[in-house]
Every structure is written in C-alpha cells, then in structure tokens.
C-alpha cells in the first residue's frame, strides 16, 4: 500500500514537474536583461534566438542584470530536474522487462543533468553548465530510445507515446548532432525549443501514464 503511494505520488510530481517549468520559465522571458550569444543588442528576450539557458544567466548578454529571470529560471528547471529523477525511481513500474532498469537510470541521471544546469549559470560556470547539458542530452536520448523499443515490443503499447518517444529521440539526436558538428546560430536555439518542449510533453504522458496503473 505504502509502494502503490509512492509510485502515485511520483505520478503527481511527473505532472507538476514540466508544467511549473513551462509556467515559470515564461514568466521569466519577460523580465530577461537582452541580448543574445551573437548580437547582444537585442531588446528583451527573442523566443528563437536565445537559449533558455540565458534566462538562468546571472547578467544578460547585454549587462542587465536578471535579477528576476536567472532565479525563477534556474528554480523551475531544477524542480523539473528533481521531479524527473523521482518519476524514474517509479518507472519500473512500466517498463517490466530487461529494459526497464536501465531506463530508470538514464531517466534519473538526465533529470541529474538538468539540476547541474540549474545550479550553474552558464555565466559563471560555462565548463560545468554544458557538462550539464551533455549529461542531460545523451541520457534524455538513451532512455527515449530503449522506451521506443520497449513499446515496440510491449503488446499493450500506446501508438500514440510511441510516436511522441520517436520524435524525441530523433529531435534530441538532431540537437546533440548540432554540437557535436559544431554548429552555432539560432537554428540551435530553434531546436534547443523544440527538444525541451517535446521533453514537457513526453513526461506529461509518461507521469500519465504511471498514474493510470492505479
């Protein structure tokens, strides 16, 4: 009684976990300094050229100060971190089969990935931010692709998650392509966009499903 309790309560924090991120996270695109990693003379925050990194930026590229953007940021994305790392702690309850493990660690260790982006601006500790960011990617990307295989092969498993987990293991593969090629410019922040919303909604339906079992 005590387990089923925790893996509902995992549910519910899998929920709240992407939704406060979108939430707080648009807040904090209003009161973003300016700038961008190549023009920093930008007004405000333009939705396909910056990062979502640089709301967590101490100082904006163009020296203002976010003293309301970088701590809403960077506290909705580390509680999208940590609710990521307690969803998989539930997530064998899903995924029964030999795949079912290694899932739940690539699942934790990418919610890990996204509280060490949290805990350092890219501004004040660029070399441990993008150590977070590959940590967060290659296991995102490893964990969506052992769920599409398992779904695949599950006789129960949901066409439309599928499609959802293949789009976000192809998008994610895209975007750690982008750096491993060196590629710069706003078609990366473009897709940096795109992965982490499709990332939302992935877990939405994962803590949906989780929550269904009971």
Request: glycine residues 10%; aromatic residues 14%; contains cysteine.
């Amino acid at each position: 009684m005590i387990k089923n309790s925790y893996f509902k309560l995992s549910g519910y924090v899998g929920l709240f976990g992407p939704i406060q991120f979108i939430v707080l996270s648009s807040v904090a695109m209003f009161y973003y300094g300016g700038g961008t990693a190549w023009n920093h003379d930008t007004l405000g925050y333009t939705f396909w050229q910056n990062f979502l990194s640089d709301l967590g930026r101490t100082v904006s590229y163009s020296k203002v100060e976010n003293t309301i953007s970088s701590p809403l940021f960077n506290l909705s994305l580390g509680l999208f971190g940590l609710s990521i790392v307690m969803l998989h702690t539930s997530s064998l309850r899903l995924f029964r089969s030999k795949l079912g493990y290694p899932i739940s660690i690539m699942g934790m260790i990418s919610g890990v990935g996204m509280v060490v982006i949290a805990l350092a601006p890219d501004d004040l500790s660029s070399g441990l931010h993008m150590l977070g960011v590959w940590i967060w990617a290659l296991t995102l990307l490893f964990a969506s692709v052992l769920i599409v295989i398992h779904e695949l092969r599950s006789n129960d498993g949901n066409k439309h998650f599928i499609i959802l987990s293949i789009l976000m293991a192809f998008a994610i593969a895209f975007h750690i392509s982008q750096g491993v090629f060196d590629i710069w410019g706003p078609i990366v922040a473009t897709t940096q966009k795109i992965v982490v919303y499709l990332n939302c909604g992935w877990y939405l339906c994962l803590s949906r499903k989780l929550l269904i079992q009971f």
